[in-house]
């Protein structure tokens, strides 16, 4: 399952609280986040850890690899938007551009 949500929707979105520009991909027990602003990756395994309090991104890097790779093929594939840095325009890469 993918989820894609490129867009920012007024000025007050409490990015701590997870709102913002992300795209995620959940495959069997895990959980891919992608935050487009800060380019932040967060992994988690929605089996064990139900409420995604244990970021897994940087003790799995295999894992990581391979969800970003997928989720970028799958935006790639359809053309997906993409956000841009409002100060220069540059295009934001994806996931597994990073």
Same mark, same amino acid.
């Given at each position: 399952? %993918?989820?894609? &949500?490129?867009?920012?929707?007024?000025?007050?979105?409490?990015?701590?609280?997870?709102?913002?520009?992300? /795209?995620? %991909?959940?495959?069997?027990?895990?959980?891919? %986040?992608? #935050?487009?602003?800060?380019?932040?990756?967060?992994?988690?395994? @929605?089996?064990?850890?139900? /409420? *995604?309090?244990?970021?897994?991104?940087?003790?799995?890097?295999?894992? @990581?690899? *391979?969800?970003?790779?997928?989720? /970028?093929?799958?935006?790639?594939?359809?053309?997906?938007?993409?956000? /841009?840095?409002?100060? #220069?325009?540059? @295009? %934001?890469? &994806?996931?597994?551009?990073?």
């Amino acid at each position: 399952m %993918i989820w894609h &949500f490129p867009n920012l929707w007024g000025e007050s979105q409490n990015k701590e609280e997870g709102y913002g520009a992300y /795209s995620a %991909i959940l495959k069997g027990d895990y959980h891919l %986040i992608y #935050t487009w602003e800060t380019r932040q990756i967060r992994l988690y395994n @929605v089996k064990k850890d139900i /409420s *995604e309090q244990n970021d897994l991104a940087q003790t799995m890097p295999d894992k @990581v690899k *391979e969800l970003t790779a997928e989720l /970028s093929d799958y935006l790639r594939e359809r053309d997906a938007q993409r956000l /841009s840095l409002k100060a #220069t325009g540059e @295009v %934001i890469p &994806f996931p597994d551009e990073q």
